[in-house]
């Protein structure tokens, strides 16, 4: 179903005229708990016309959860449809509550009501977040804090009435404010993607291209995702614009991104905030030359409607490249917290630097200022911390796993799994009580929402304690998730000793029973994701991430996925190699620029490594010959015939010719194998200069310890080039060796990467 302008401003006045023949007043607080379609939209203007403001209850969510936002909010009307209408909250609700599917409401007469006019400083909605007691607490946002986020990014972006946005997100979640105002503010398309398909990034991808996207948000953890399943399906999009937000964005991953497409013409921003800020804090736009592997978040500078100030305890500005926690100030900061004017007061508080009256948030995260302006983020103060883009707070997590029957103690942290950063959970049984994990996993499941239920369960004898008598979640045990489960199964059929390879690569575990469910094994929804694609590789059939959730054990995968449609045929090599290699688009245009000034050490990636000890040189050599031997993108150059460059593999009985290896004498010589640039129609893209830096020799430096990596990659084989097998084995007294393995790296990534 779709909506013109026209016939929304229809609809939302019927369900405005609809709320208050239903008593709703202005300022009142009304429900909305729709599916994710044209319904949701139409609920939330209508509810805005009617000047009150809108509580999203995600249904997905526990129903003790759900209770309790309705219960501390106050609302006296919630707003269904036919999908969410027969929920059992309802049933668990008072008799004070009125629950009211959209449709009724909207066969009121709009033409029989009075417009109702909204104040700027009115709530527009008010949003659960996870709170510190182990329940969660409203954030209240005004109709002018919206407005001015808009505003203030306005002049940052050039979005307009032609775009087409996705409201990928839970309505719950406030990256949908961006979302679905960004679209209707400037009179674009909004796209509103169903829950089953958010949770397939192939049909999501899909969708994309069909829609002719223009304008997509993502947190960082999705975007990851949907790299991949772009390489599968590279049909033309219309994709203007990626906004990141929700967690912190990995550098790493972003390279990636420019070495897949480098054509791509999509603009990369980067975009810091939080619930309480109005969804956006900060703007920074990447591309390859602000990424680098080694940087962490980078956020940027406030969007001109904020502030930032990196403190230190006693709200002084603490010194660049010193970590301090954020606070923010300016015109997009919440009210406060609903009914919790105690808390309101802790994290709103004065602002020392700015008028009387005005406030500073005090965001719990911990950031530092860099060079040029910018500001890198670099985790949570407190116990709330970010997986997956959700926002969790520790003690709602262990909140939940205390409901379960004879738990008298619990703690949570989130440790690196198998599938990334994964969530678990410690409980202390009470005497003579027999707990059970799984049944754990469910009490908490009751009360709090999917995410923040553990992956993995521990059971301790006790919770470790600082010296101050404080948890130590840093002493807390670190699970064997290849542990988790029953009893071992062997696979027995060709297809269920396929996916057993599968899980266990997926996972990082050995071996996977058959019987093991993934994700009691460590794996999540992003996890799940990779799973179902290199399931149907191995295969040969269709597989989908609502296969890997309805049928997530081997053997019961391997049943209900065996009648399904053959897979698409995996990409293989082209076989055989033409004589001719064609370079890429990036190489091509390393190419270009390195015919303007073969000298020119723009691209080159030094790295200077100190030695300590007796050093056998021989070794070393040879353990450059081996790699050089071994990967074919490091032996590459780029002649060209009238004008055309193509790919040349060099033979290994070239690498003396070719000068790969020198030994020098002095600092100067050093200094110019790292600065002199490759000509990429002859030469290799490797260097190793070794140097003798030990009292008997003539440098200055002395003995000692020292590893430089130094260079720039932007299309290609990265910096360090001697992985670690090949690394040499120095032990002694008697002084320091300096070796410069230097990569110019024109060689598309899509060459295994050497470290």
Same mark, same amino acid.
């Given at each position: ?105 909207? %066969? ?58 996705? &409201? ?102 980067? &975009? ?75 994290? @709103? ?120 008598? %404080? ?57 799940? &994701? ?140 050093? @200094? ?5 640039? @490759? ?67 024109? %060689? ?8």
């Amino acid at each position: 179903e779709s909506l013109t302008y026209a016939r929304l401003a229809e609809r939302t006045d019927a369900v405005a005229a609809g709320l208050r023949e239903r008593g709703v007043a202005a300022g009142d607080l009304v429900g909305v708990a729709t599916a994710r379609s044209v319904d949701v939209v139409t609920a939330i203007v209508g509810v805005l016309k009617a000047g009150a403001a809108y509580l999203p209850l995600d249904v997905t969510n526990p129903i003790g959860r759900l209770q309790h936002i309705v219960s501390d909010s106050g609302v006296s009307v919630v707003l269904t449809d036919t999908s969410t209408d027969g929920h059992p909250l309802w049933d668990a609700l008072g008799a004070d509550v009125v629950v009211a599917d959209i449709g009724e409401v909207a %066969k009121a007469a709009a033409s029989s009501s009075t417009p109702v006019a909204v104040l700027p400083d009115s709530r527009a909605y008010v949003i659960y977040t996870s709170g510190s007691t182990g329940l969660p607490k409203g954030v209240e946002v005004t109709h002018r804090d919206v407005v001015t986020l808009l505003d203030a990014t306005a002049g940052d972006f050039e979005f307009g009435a032609d775009d087409v946005w996705t &409201m990928f997100h839970s309505y719950a979640f406030d990256f949908s404010v961006w979302e679905l105002w960004g679209a209707l503010f400037y009179g674009g398309r909004c796209v509103i993607v169903d829950r089953d398909i958010a949770r397939d990034v192939d049909a999501f991808v899909e969708l994309v291209v069909a829609e002719g996207v223009t304008v997509l948000n993502q947190t960082p953890s999705a975007f990851y995702q949907l790299i991949d399943a772009r390489r599968r399906n590279e049909n033309p999009w219309a994709v203007r614009y990626f906004v990141f937000g929700g967690e912190a964005l990995s550098f790493e991953q972003v390279r990636r991104w420019f070495d897949l497409f480098p054509g791509d013409p999509a603009r990369l921003v980067n &975009m810091y905030g939080i619930t309480e800020t109005t969804v956006h804090v900060s703007f920074r736009e990447l591309d390859r030359a602000a990424v680098s592997a080694d940087d962490g978040s980078l956020i940027g500078r406030p969007l001109s409607s904020l502030g930032i100030h990196v403190l230190d305890a006693r709200l002084r500005p603490v010194p660049v490249d010193v970590l301090g926690e954020m606070y923010v100030a300016g015109g997009q900061l919440a009210q406060g917290y609903l009914g919790r004017p105690d808390l309101t007061g802790t994290r @709103f508080v004065a602002d020392p630097f700015g008028e009387p009256g005005s406030r500073l948030y005090r965001t719990g995260d911990v950031a530092r200022r860099v060079g040029g302006g910018d500001i890198e983020y670099v985790g949570r103060a407190d116990t709330q911390v970010q997986l997956r883009g959700f926002r969790i707070e520790f003690g709602e997590v262990e909140a939940g796993m205390l409901t379960a029957d004879g738990v008298v103690g619990a703690a949570a942290r989130i440790v690196g799994g198998p599938s990334g950063d994964t969530l678990v959970g410690y409980v202390v049984a009470d005497t003579g009580a027999d707990v059970d994990p799984v049944a754990v996993q469910e009490s908490a499941g009751r009360v709090v929402p999917a995410y923040m239920v553990p992956t993995v369960v521990l059971v301790v004898d006790a919770l470790p304690l600082t010296a101050n008598g %404080k948890l130590d979640r840093d002493a807390l045990p670190e699970p064997d998730f290849g542990s988790v489960g029953d009893a071992f199964v062997a696979p027995v059929t060709p297809g269920e000793a396929a996916l057993a390879d599968v899980f266990a690569e997926v996972l990082g575990l050995d071996e996977v029973s058959v019987t093991a469910s993934f994700f009691d094994m460590g794996g999540n929804s992003l996890s799940a &994701m990779r799973l179902a694609a290199r399931a149907a590789d191995a295969l040969g059939v269709a597989v989908s991430v609502r296969d890997v959730f309805a049928a997530p054990t081997i053997g019961l995968l391997a049943q209900s996925v065996a009648g399904n449609a053959a897979a698409l045929a995996p990409v293989v090599p082209v076989h055989p190699r033409p004589q001719r290699i064609p370079l890429s688009f990036a190489q091509q245009r390393v190419w270009f620029i390195n015919r303007f000034d073969p000298t020119a050490a723009t691209y080159n990636i030094p790295a200077v490594l100190r030695l300590t000890g007796s050093l056998d040189v021989d070794a070393l050599r040879q353990s450059v010959i081996d790699v050089l031997g071994r990967h074919e993108v490091l032996r590459t150059s780029f002649p060209s015939d009238d004008g055309v460059p193509f790919q040349q593999v060099g033979d290994i009985a070239e690498f003396d010719a070719r000068g790969i290896w020198q030994v020098v004498d002095t600092d100067d010589a050093l @200094f110019a194998s790292a600065t002199t640039g @490759f000509d990429v129609t002859t030469q290799w893209p490797l260097r190793v200069t070794l140097r003798d830096a030990s009292p008997s020799g003539s440098a200055p430096q002395g003995a000692g310890q020292e590893a430089s990596p130094s260079g720039s990659a932007p299309q290609g084989a990265g910096g360090g080039v001697l992985p670690s097998g090949s690394a040499p084995q120095g032990a002694g007294e008697d002084g320091t060796t300096f070796l410069i393995p230097e990569a110019d790296a024109t %060689k598309e990534r899509g060459s295994r990467r050497v470290r």
